[in-house]
């Protein structure tokens, strides 16, 4: 008989290749053997919020945290959700959390970041643009995002330094490179600008009429093994 930790190493293994359906149906059998595995509840509300399942992705996770709430990816990934459904103060208070347990959780600065640039936080946005900085320097969505706030603030030079850095650590940043235009349009450099937007419509088509306010960071590949009790030498699995 498979024992409960094979299953969970499996069902990571599909989840990291995207392979949802047979995760979830792994989760599943998990939770029917043992209906508060912390692991399997976590994974399982990651695997709904990928699927459009927002709000049954953000109960399978706060089950999780009744059981374990001292895992800083669970907050993170609670953060993520409730960003996606529009609760702003919430997702903010989920990544504080996630950045009081893990201080060097760049990711979680990172979408702190974005909430606090879509509340016209200005200051606090770069703060936490700057942390996720600090903590990694050659981030392109940190750079982005800085450059985001910046953009609202009508600073612009700071804003194109920003895009750049973003574009110069990944070529094929299509958000960058459309916000990179907006910049260059408002300061009447119209050639530019149409060459960037050019790019953004190259490298991503669905760029060529939305604006991106900010972008956010998600746990993927390692990193979602690493927020498991299962991806922790010094926990004990289930």
């Known amino acids: 008989m498979m024992s409960l930790q094979w299953k969970l190493q499996q069902a990571v293994a599909l989840h990291q290749r995207g392979q949802l359906v047979q995760a979830q149906s792994l989760y599943e059998q998990i939770l029917s053997e043992q209906p508060r595995h912390f692991d399997a509840l976590h994974l399982l509300g990651v695997v709904a919020a990928h699927r459009g399942e927002p709000q049954k992705a953000l109960e399978l996770i706060d089950q999780a945290l009744e059981i374990d709430a001292s895992q800083a990816a669970t907050h993170f990934n609670r953060g993520t959700t ?3 459904m529009k609760q702003r103060h919430a997702a903010m208070a989920s ?3 996630a950045v009081a347990i893990q201080p060097d959780f760049a990711e979680a600065y990172v979408n ?3 909430v606090q640039t879509e509340l016209g936080l200005w200051d606090a946005a770069l703060a936490s643009c700057n942390r996720a900085l600090t903590i990694r320097g050659e981030y392109a969505e940190a750079y ?6 910046f953009k609202e603030l009508a600073r612009w030079a700071a804003a194109l330094a920003d895009y750049d850095h973003a574009i110069a650590i990944r070529s094929n940043y299509a958000e960058a490179f459309f916000n990179r235009a907006n910049v260059r349009r408002s300061l009447g450099q119209r050639d530019a600008a149409l060459a960037d937007f050019g790019r953004a ?3 991503d088509p669905g760029q060529r009429a939305v604006p991106i306010v900010g972008r956010c960071a998600r746990t993927g590949g390692d990193s979602l093994l690493a927020g498991t009790r299962a991806g922790r ?3 004990r699995g289930n």
């Open 95 to 97: 990544y504080d959390r």
């Open 233 to 235: 030498s010094n926990r």
């Open 82 to 84: 409730l960003q996606g």
């Open 144 to 149: 982005y995002n800085r450059g985001n706030v």
């Open 201 to 203: 419509i190259g490298y």
């Open 112 to 114: 702190r970041g974005v």
